[in-house]
């Protein structure tokens, strides 16, 4: 089993709707990650949380460390924002000191 | 700055060849790591650095070894390529503070094994 769990997998929406995905884990985490991938490949890093909530421009990434889950939302939601957006957890107790990821979820924002 | 740097973008090998994939960084990074990315499987840790010298495995280190003899520099060598090494392999660094924070993402390499 998957120790990040993205949901959902998939995800459809039109222009201007509001947008959550969800990541939770299963084991203890230091911090959390969420990646936004384009369909060119590139992956670039939107925030990393380890409490509370943080907010750049229409983004908001909320986690609650206690209930292991993790949530992303977009406002106000555009065609650019299509794109799989990944959540990533550093594992806290040790091990590979590098990230744990979900699967991704794949976002496709219609006009 | 360039940021993270990764070559070459695209490459196919036949079985059994070996070859690195080059992954460089002006930011002064102390933490260096490779993952590859297949479909359904998500990215995976295959092996990364805390800094000049020192090395460790990640989730998927087999067929893969790596070096750190500088800051700047993290190169991933096949020694045989095998058809399932073809993935998207990506470099990521970020600063060695305590608690890394913002993961700088190279471009990725898109590998192809024959």
């Known amino acids: 089993k998957n120790e990040v769990e993205q949901s959902p997998q998939n995800l459809t929406a039109q222009e201007g709707e509001f947008i959550t995905i969800n990541c939770s884990y299963s084991?203890?985490?230091?911090?959390l990650h969420w990646l936004q991938q384009h369909p060119g490949g590139g992956i670039v890093s939107l925030f990393m949380?380890?409490?509370g909530k943080k907010k750049h421009g229409r983004l908001i990434a909320t986690i609650n460390i206690q209930e292991k889950h993790s949530s992303l939302h977009i406002t106000a939601s555009h065609p650019r924002d299509s794109a799989v957006y990944i959540c990533?957890?550093?594992?806290?107790?040790?091990?590979?000191?590098?990230?744990?990821f979900g699967k991704g979820t794949h976002l496709i924002i219609q006009p | 700055n360039a940021g993270v740097t990764q070559t070459p973008k695209f490459q196919v090998l036949k079985t059994g060849q070996s070859m690195t994939l080059q992954c460089a960084q002006d930011?002064?990074?102390?933490?260096m790591s490779w993952y590859r990315q297949d479909p359904g499987m998500g990215l995976r840790l295959i092996h990364y650095?805390?800094?000049?010298?020192?090395?460790d495995q990640g989730e998927v280190p087999n067929g893969y070894n790596v070096s750190r003899s500088t800051t700047e520099d993290f190169p991933l060598r096949l020694l045989s390529a095998a058809p399932s090494q073809t993935s998207v392999y990506f470099c990521?660094?970020?600063?060695?503070?305590?608690?890394?924070?913002?993961?700088?993402f190279g471009p990725g390499t898109r590998l192809l094994v024959l």
């Open positions: 084991v203890g985490i230091s911090a």
């Open positions: 930011m002064n990074h102390e933490y």
């Open positions: 949380l380890s409490s």
């Open positions: 990521a660094s970020s600063y060695s503070n305590g608690e890394r924070e913002t993961q700088y």
């Open positions: 990533a957890a550093i594992l806290s107790g040790g091990g590979a000191d590098g990230l744990t």
């Open positions: 650095s805390v800094g000049a010298g020192i090395t």
